[in-house]
């Protein structure tokens, strides 16, 4: 499977990148949410800094949040597919930004899906439409965007109508220091019924940039769920320096395929700026706490359906949702420098466990 797209797509990503710099940074106080349809994208700035984009190109398969931008102007993505950078991973077209999907719906592959799927298997995967924005709003310290998607699988059936509602805010950790925030709340309504069969490929994704990545990460070959081979190398360019660790107190590579109410992920980039991005669970979650789908090579994943595959010792997870039926999935992302303590997680896991 080619793992880098052509030219003349790889030119039109980076276009798409570019204006995120060019046109969100501005004088406006507090998180301005701001719709540029023709661009197809919204761009998402704290007192007229960049912080993120709702972005839905044509060349990928799923709407995504891309960038995330952390206080000081550290970004926490992987710039490939979307804005390649030098020296960065290029495996895993289908990882861009922070994106929600499944990688196992009635057999059809949501997460695997990107231009870099042959021919001849393009059928055996889905695709995720951005179809509006139905609503957006700004604000001092809190700010929303609501959008709806539309699930459909290869055989040109639409099975999921979709509806996200992002909530930016910012606060302040117990040091003083600013905490920049992403609450991705999800609906999904079946459109029939459908089964989720137990997969490690989900649900809410994030590739980070390369310091992140874990320096002692082997490589290896890695396979999807129809046997997909893509290529990993080892960590063979210096600057990776990223440590995973869970509410339940596990670290590094041994986090994967574990399960926690958190996870967060800390490293220290270039420029000496130490940052860490996390990911709470919440309790109203399907199978809650979630298995933690993180990798060295920089996935950053929870995925609540995958039971029987992160431990062969569990039973098989297959998750129905009947037709005209929908399920809720909430997950908030915390960016922020430094490094909080398993206490200051805790306590942000307490709080967003109390948020409508």
């Known amino acids: 499977m080619a793992l880098t797209p052509n030219l003349p797509t790889l030119l039109a990503l980076c276009s798409l990148a570019i204006p995120m710099t060019a046109h969100a940074k501005d004088n406006k106080s507090g998180i301005q949410v701001t719709p540029h349809e023709s661009s197809q994208r919204v761009d998402v700035t704290i007192d007229g800094e960049p912080f993120t984009a709702y972005v839905w190109p044509s060349t990928l398969k799923k709407p995504t949040l891309y960038p995330l931008i952390a206080p000081g102007g550290v970004e926490i993505t992987r710039g490939y597919p979307l804005a390649p950078r030098e020296g960065e991973r290029t495996d895993h077209p289908h990882h861009a930004g922070l994106w929600f999907n499944y990688g196992n719906v009635d057999n059809f592959d949501f997460w695997n899906n990107s231009d870099a799927i042959k021919p001849e298997d ?13 609503s957006s709003k700004s604000g001092h310290d809190s700010a929303e965007l609501v959008v709806d998607s539309l699930w459909t699988n290869g055989a040109g059936q639409d099975v999921i109508t ?14 003083g220091k600013e905490v920049r925030a992403i609450d991705e709340i999800v609906t999904l309504h079946a459109l ?55 509410s339940e107190g596990i670290k590094g590579g041994a986090v994967w395929a574990t399960r926690g109410r958190w996870c967060l992920l800390t490293g220290t980039d270039d420029k000496q700026r130490t940052v860490t991005v996390s990911i709470l669970d919440h309790p109203n979650n399907v199978n809650y706490p979630t298995y933690w789908h993180a990798r060295g090579y920089g996935l950053f994943a929870a995925n609540p359906l995958g039971q029987h595959i992160f431990d062969p010792k569990a ?42």
């Open 315 to 356: 039973a098989q997870f297959d998750y129905t949702l009947k037709a005209n039926q929908s399920v809720t999935f909430r997950y908030r992302i915390l960016l922020q420098a430094g490094t909080p303590t398993p206490a200051d997680l805790n306590q942000e896991a307490d709080t967003f466990a109390s948020a409508k």
């Open 162 to 175: 979709q509806t996200t509602r992002y909530v930016f805010s910012r606060h302040r950790d117990p040091t």
């Open 192 to 246: 029939q019924t459908l089964v989720f069969h137990d997969d490690k490929e989900g649900m809410l994704g994030l590739r980070v940039a390369h310091f992140l990545e874990s320096a002692d990460e082997k490589g290896g070959t890695f396979t999807d769920a129809s046997g997909r081979p893509t290529a990993v190398q080892a960590s063979n360019v210096p600057g990776a320096n990223g440590v995973y660790l869970t």
């Open 122 to 134: 393009r059928g055996k995967m889905g695709t995720i439409h951005h179809k509006k924005i139905v």
